[in-house]
Every structure is written in structure tokens, then in C-alpha cells.
């Protein structure tokens, strides 16, 4: 099969090039199974316009394909091969959500979707497409904020408290076993019931330390199902996590997601863009992170049924790295989150190269499909393909094997919820072109806009307050000078620890003290604790 470039597909894959297709062809001259198609995709309330039907070789653009905007909180996938133009379906839908006053979350992986925020470069191949497909292209930027997961890379800092992070999400990015989950689940709870808060990796690392010291163990006979072994292996992989970089995610100001419901001032939904280049190399965390906003949403916003329109319309990129290695705990708590959240008006659409990437019951909750190309130059390739093709409705109209590997750069095989809920008949679709930039923003204006929001002065400088580490340390060295100054010796200086993992060993030695951690744990009370209540992912707020 020969290649097709970025404004049409392959003559030879039976959908052609659009060349014979013109705006003045109407539905009605349509063949019946093409008009049956096209009359699936009709709204009569506000809705978004995909792209335009592609049929018998031919592009057309009076038969638009579109998603009402009322179902976009039915959540939804977009698939397909590396470099098939997933990328640019993403931006394509983010605009016209914003256009419609309904706030964006994107994960900018590679960088490259910046340029949403920047009006887009007219071209011949961009007018050719908008011929094709039947859409009065014109430039426009789209009002965004930038973000970066702990302030590394261009954007806003983000960063969740330890306690807020919850041990189930904490575990996937630690790569825990599943007895090393429940473990660390028992070590938050008895955080919670002590007082103790846990802010950022040292204060989870003294808690730890304490546990597994002498002074501690009896302590583990209280919390039930936790040996000192498996604290051990908690402790270390805290530690090795530590070392990697990740402390800069943890910490306070913690970020407040609602932040992400906002409007811009001309009544445009809010694009949040999280740039996510500078930290490619931790696939674990920063999918886990994603997956920390979307269970904070959920635990902070209320029930609204269904209404018309999102409040927040999340895409999820790079999906399977959610699920890769995920303990049943977390793909339990995945599907309930994704079952229930649509009741609050948020939807969610995952990102990934194949169907097969998500599980099935997370699968089965996504009623709006974007599927562009797909390869098959393996046995594995033709079963992805295989597979893929039974998740879509039956069509009469398509042998989909053959279309999904004959699409070209920017085409879709799509199927959505109508109006009334149902899914309507599978679409052969060349996309539209985003009217945004399809490239980063540069790297002085991507500066200039990061520094010039509003919410950079609240979120740019991590706050490092007391919280269990700076409790344990004090308590500690005032317990030394008393000792010192009754045995007539001088008293040290207190210390100043940066709290780094280089401190592990004299760490320990702190909390393995008399019996100094169960005098602090009785001073702190356990009032707070009560107020802890965690949500499917053991993520909380402390409120009030």
C-alpha cells in the first residue's frame, strides 16, 4: 500500500484523496448507505465539528461528522499508531471545546501542543484540507495556562501533599507489590490517626524510619499486618525514589485542581496545558500524577447529572502507562473513578496507540471513538488490529482491517453517542485542521505567559512549613540538650537537614531515640486525623 501525506489518504486504501469532492455536494445526492452515515451524525444542539465523511474514494464535505457536546462527558478514546495524528485530533477538539466555554486539561508529552495558545500558520496544505473537508479555516490562539509536575520544565509548579497523594498512587509510582501496597496503606492510616502530617518524602521517610527502629516495632503490633521487613523495603524504595528527583513533586503549596474549571475573561474555556517533556524519562510518576488530579477532582466536586456541557473535559496521553503493572487496588479504583465522575461533568478521554492498552471495563465506559490508523507488519500487529475491530459497533458499510490499516495521516474511523445516547454508525472521517499552531510555542513567549499568569505568584515557590519530619527533629534535639545540660555537658547546635536522602542514616537515628515519637505523637493529638476522609484512591483533603 503506498503512504499518503498530511492533507489525504491513499488512492489504493479505497478512500482516496478527496480531489473529486467539492463544498457544493449536498446529503441529499449522497448513496443510501453514505446518507444513513451522515444522518447518524446530525445534532441539533451544540456539538463539535470532527471532520467530514469520507466515502467511495471520494471526501464529503456536506456530510460532517460531529460529537454533541452534551456526550462529550461520556468519555471517549483516541488511538492509533505513532505519528497517525493523534496529537493534532487532540488540539482539534481542545479549541472547540474552549470555543464553547468548556475548560481543557491537556498532557503535553513531547511538547509539541504548546502552540494551542498561538494562532496558526496559513498554508496550501492547511487550505487544501479545509476545502476537503468543508471548513472556513482562520488563524486563532486559544486562552491557556502552562504547567510543569514540581516545577521542572516551563510552567506553574504542581505538587500534591504525600498525605493528599494517598498510598494507592504512591505505591504504583514506588512499584510496590501488592502486601507492600496494603503495607503502606496501614503506614498512612497510622499517619492519619496520629496527626502526623505527612507533606513531602522526608516526613513519609520518617514515619518509616521510626516503624522499623526497636523504639518503633511495638508500634507495628498496633497497626496489624505490618512487618518490619516489608517496612524496610518501603523504607528503601522511598529512599531510591528520593534520589531520582521525585522529592520536587511533593510538597506544599499543594495545587488546587479547580483551578483547572476556569473560563478566560471573553467567556472561552480554560486550556490547562501540563508540559511534560522535562520529565519523559518517569513514565510512572507523571501518569500516576494525571491520574492524582482526575481522583481530586473527583473527590472535590459535586454531583450535576447530566448537563449541557462539560464542566472539564480531561485527555489522558500516553494511557497504557497507567495500567502497566497495576495492582488490582488501582484498576478498581481507575474504573469507579471513570464510572462515577461523569455524573459530576467531567469527561475523560485516554490516549494511547491501540484499544487494547485499556482494560476492558474502563474500555466499555468510553462511548466516543476516535481510531486512526493502524499498522499490521506483525502477528501481534494483525491481532491488535483484530481486537480493535471488535470494539466497534458492526458496519455494513466498511471492512474495517482494511480501512483502519488504509487511513491516511489526519483520517479517523470514528463512532460516537448521538443526541439520545446511542452510538451512531461507524465513519470513515477526514479530520479538520486545528486553527491553533501544530508546533511548541517558543520558549520566550511560553515564558512570558507562565510568569504572567495569575497564579504563578501562588504556586512558584515551594513552602517547606513543619509537618512530621521538623516535629520528629525538634522534639528530638530538645530531648539531647535536656540530657546534655542535667550531665553538665554543652548542648549541640540544632541542626539544619536538608531532609535529602543522604540524611537517611542520621534520620534513623532520630526516631530511634527513646521514646521521643510516642511523646510527639500524644502532644499532636489525633484531631486532625479524624478529619482525614480518603476517597477510591486514598487521596484526601485536610479541610477546615
Not at 240 to 258: I, L, M, S, V
Not at 298 to 317: A, T
Not at 370 to 399: E, G, I, M, N, W
Amino acid at each position: 500500500m503506498s503512504g499518503s501525506d498530511s492533507t489525504g489518504g491513499s488512492a489504493e486504501s479505497g478512500i482516496g484523496d478527496g480531489a473529486g469532492a467539492g463544498p457544493g455536494e449536498g446529503v441529499g445526492v449522497l448513496p443510501q448507505q453514505a446518507r444513513e452515515i451522515a444522518d447518524g451524525y446530525a445534532v441539533d444542539g451544540a456539538a463539535l465539528d470532527l471532520g467530514a465523511l469520507l466515502w467511495d474514494g471520494a471526501c464529503l464535505p456536506a456530510a460532517q461528522i460531529r460529537i454533541p457536546l452534551a456526550m462529550l462527558n461520556r468519555h471517549g478514546l483516541v488511538a492509533g499508531a505513532t505519528g497517525t495524528g493523534k496529537t493534532k485530533t487532540l488540539q482539534l477538539i481542545a479549541e472547540q471545546l474552549s470555543a464553547d466555554g468548556v475548560p481543557v486539561f491537556l498532557a503535553d508529552i513531547k511538547g509539541d501542543v504548546s502552540g494551542i495558545a498561538a494562532p496558526g500558520a496559513p498554508g496550501g496544505k492547511v487550505a487544501e484540507r479545509a476545502g476537503q473537508v468543508g471548513q472556513q479555516w482562520e488563524a486563532k490562539g486559544f486562552p491557556c495556562e502552562f504547567y510543569a509536575l514540581g516545577g521542572i520544565g516551563p510552567g506553574i509548579p504542581l505538587r500534591a501533599t504525600v498525605t493528599d497523594f494517598g498510598p494507592v498512587l504512591l505505591s504504583k509510582v514506588l512499584q510496590l507489590n501488592r502486601t507492600q501496597e496494603q503495607s503502606l496503606g496501614l503506614i498512612f492510616h497510622y499517619a492519619d490517626a496520629k496527626g502526623l502530617e505527612l507533606v513531602d518524602l522526608k516526613d513519609l521517610r520518617a514515619v518509616v524510619a521510626f516503624l522499623v527502629s526497636d523504639t518503633g516495632k511495638p508500634e507495628l503490633k498496633g497497626i496489624g499486618g505490618l512487618s518490619t521487613a516489608t517496612a524496610g523495603v518501603i523504607l528503601r524504595s522511598l529512599t531510591a525514589f528520593e534520589q531520582q528527583g521525585a522529592g520536587d513533586f511533593f510538597g506544599e503549596p499543594e495545587f488546587e485542581t479547580a483551578e483547572f474549571l476556569r473560563q478566560a475573561p471573553d467567556g472561552r474555556g480554560l486550556v490547562s496545558v501540563l508540559e511534560l517533556a522535562a520529565v519523559q524519562d518517569k513514565p510512572q510518576l507523571f501518569s500516576t500524577f494525571l491520574m492524582w488530579l482526575l481522583a481530586d477532582l473527583f473527590h472535590d466536586l459535586p454531583e450535576v447529572g447530566d448537563i449541557e456541557r462539560p464542566k472539564l473535559v480531561f485527555f489522558f496521553d500516553e494511557a497504557h502507562l497507567l495500567f502497566n503493572g497495576a495492582s488490582k487496588a488501582f484498576l478498581d479504583s481507575i474504573t469507579q473513578t471513570v464510572r462515577l465522575i461523569r455524573s459530576k461533568g467531567v469527561g475523560i478521554f485516554f490516549v494511547t496507540q491501540t484499544p487494547r492498552d485499556v482494560p476492558g471495563e474502563v474500555l466499555a465506559q468510553l462511548g466516543n471513538r476516535v481510531q486512526h490508523a493502524l499498522r499490521a507488519f506483525t502477528p501481534d500487529d494483525a491481532k491488535a488490529l483484530r481486537a480493535t475491530v471488535k470494539t466497534f459497533p458492526k458496519s455494513s458499510a466498511y471492512d474495517l482491517e482494511e480501512l483502519l490499516t488504509g487511513l491516511g495521516i489526519g483520517e479517523a474511523v470514528i463512532t460516537v453517542l448521538s443526541e439520545k445516547g446511542a452510538p451512531t454508525p461507524v465513519a470513515a472521517t477526514r479530520l479538520r485542521s486545528p486553527q491553533s499552531l501544530m508546533g511548541p510555542l517558543g520558549a520566550v513567549e511560553l515564558d512570558a505567559s507562565v510568569k504572567g499568569s495569575s497564579l504563578y505568584g501562588s504556586y512558584a515557590q515551594p513552602v517547606d512549613r513543619e509537618s512530621a519530619y521538623e516535629k520528629l527533629t525538634a522534639e528530638h534535639e530538645a530531648e539531647q540538650r535536656a540530657a546534655a545540660e542535667a550531665a553538665g555537658r554543652p548542648a549541640k547546635e540544632p541542626s539544619k537537614r536538608s531532609g535529602h536522602p543522604e540524611d537517611d542514616d542520621s534520620l534513623v537515628e532520630q526516631v530511634v531515640g527513646s521514646g521521643v515519637f510516642r511523646s510527639l505523637a500524644r502532644s499532636v493529638g489525633t484531631q486532625l486525623g479524624r478529619e482525614i476522609s480518603r476517597s477510591l484512591f486514598g487521596t484526601a483533603r485536610r479541610r477546615g
